[in-house]
């Protein structure tokens, strides 16, 4: 039963978080701190809230010690996970969770694995902690005791109040479960409350009754000793929900999980951004300029292209081309994915006019139909492989385009990755910063497409109806 939506004053019925008591409460706890943090994202949006971090596009044994021997704590490796099928899934963590142990043993590093996913709850779940919980301990590691979840996102507006999960939407706070996210086709459900979310989606394995939830009240009270108390009682890979508002709330919970884990306690993670920025010891940094992204002299238009499907992407699309009387707009017609051959020929054309648009200066926007298509009688992943058909061809595109934009924004989790790996073939990015609260921006490597070029992910559910044309203006210089 999904519970009611709030107002946003909800988020002030707390006592006051105290930012520089908590701050100094990680950083005491972080400075102990010794583990390689592996972030296993499985979209590239993940590195919404960090910079100066790298993020790895592939899971090769190369790549994965690369990230050991790195002096930075912790790196990145892109899985794009929710676009695969269960099995590719399963696949890709074994495969991951092989390479981590032996880097770790390789190196002399121990490590802690964050399974970056949605926070809106989409994704995976268990399906991926499961896998590398499997995996690793049949490895000979000690077993895990249990799995954080953390799906708080501030810069987004998710927010975990009393165990249920809310979107901020306008001045309200909407339960999780009564979004358009819970209606995905692929990663559906129908609880907010994280207990019984959890329940739900393992089918009964993990009941709602035996869920630790970590309240508020704990955590705007500095208590890192009762989180750690709480934490030390979990055992047999038993789920832990982390309620927080405030970045200063998931500050305090990771101090009472670095006293657990420094008395011998082992979990696995499955959260939201938030997690990896605090847990990594990275710091703020301003919103990126147009000078730090854009060359002055670029004749060459910009490239903006669109996948996602989520009504906040198709309301920020109608308020950048009500903005912007000079974009170009190219409409991919994705109903063409029903004609033989038809998604390589709507490919082709799209390019042919992208390429002449971007060549006489023009922003151009290439953007999918807004209706989603449905086809009669496909499951889950036979939808999935549909989606990901349309995907790869609108990521070709990208691919045999033989002129470097002046920029080049993805929007959508899938579509951006598919843009950053297949067509922009990047293997190791720098994650500058973010242009946009939750926007971040790779630069590429050398070996790339277009190498050292920046290159903005911005996720489909991030930002208010003009956060893409002002994300768009700014790069612009307007």
Avoid at 184 to 197: A, N, P, V
Avoid at 308 to 313: C, G, L, Y
């Amino acid at each position: 039963m999904n519970e009611q939506s709030l107002p946003l004053s909800a988020l002030d019925a707390y006592a006051p978080v105290q930012s520089e008591k908590a701050d100094a409460l990680l950083k005491a706890a972080l400075d102990q701190h010794r583990d390689k943090i592996v972030v296993i994202d499985d979209d590239p949006t993940g590195v919404q809230t960090v910079h100066d971090v790298h993020v790895y596009t592939d899971w090769t044994e190369q790549s994965i010690l690369e990230g050991f021997e790195e002096e930075n704590r912790m790196f990145f490796l892109l899985t794009n996970s929710r676009s695969m099928t269960q099995k590719e899934t399963r696949e890709v963590h074994e495969k991951i969770a092989r390479g981590v142990i032996k880097a770790s043993r390789a190196t002399g590093k121990p490590f802690v694995i964050i399974s970056r996913s949605d926070s809106t709850l989409r994704g995976h779940f268990p399906l991926e902690t499961e896998t590398l919980r499997r995996e690793i301990e049949r490895a000979g590691e000690p077993p895990y005791d249990g799995e954080i979840l953390c799906p708080f996102f501030c810069e987004g507006g998710r927010y975990t109040l009393g165990n249920v999960h809310y979107v901020r939407e306008g001045d309200r706070l909407t339960p999780a479960g009564d979004t358009e996210f819970a209606r995905d086709r692929s990663f559906g459900y129908t609880h907010s409350r994280l207990d019984e979310w959890c329940e739900e989606k393992t089918g009964g394995a993990y009941p709602a009754s035996a869920t630790t939830c970590i309240p508020l009240e704990m955590l705007r009270d500095l208590d890192v000793d009762g989180v750690s108390r709480l934490l030390e009682n979990v055992r047999g890979f038993g789920k832990v929900v982390v309620n927080a508002a405030a970045y200063e709330d998931v500050k305090v919970f990771l101090a009472g999980y670095l006293k657990a884990r420094a008395a011998g306690k082992r979990f696995l993670f499955r959260t939201a951004a938030a997690v990896p920025k605090l847990l990594g010891g990275v710091s703020d940094k301003p919103l990126l300029t147009r000078g730090e992204l854009v060359s002055g002299n670029s004749q060459i238009g910009g490239l903006i292209v669109a996948g996602s499907h989520v009504q906040k992407t198709t309301d920020q699309l109608a308020e950048l081309t009500a903005g912007l009387a000079d974009l170009e707009r190219i409409e991919f017609h994705v109903s063409r994915a029903l004609e033989e051959g038809g998604l390589e020929a709507e490919a082709a054309r799209v390019r042919e006019l992208a390429q002449e648009s971007l060549r006489a200066g023009r922003d151009t926007l290439v953007y999918t139909s807004r209706k989603r298509m449905d086809v009669a009688g496909l499951d889950k992943e036979q939808q999935l492989k549909l989606s990901v058909d349309i995907s790869n061809a609108v990521t070709s595109v990208v691919a045999d385009l033989q002129i470097q934009p002046a920029f080049i924004v993805a929007k959508g989790g899938i579509t951006s990755s598919d843009i950053g790996v297949r067509a922009l073939r990047v293997r190791r990015a720098l994650v500058m910063g973010q242009i946009a609260p939750g926007v971040p921006v790779w630069q590429t490597d050398g070996e790339s497409k277009f190498p050292y070029m920046p290159y903005v992910i911005f996720p489909g559910n991030v930002g208010d109806r003009t956060t893409l044309l002002q994300v768009v203006r700014r790069l612009r210089g307007e």
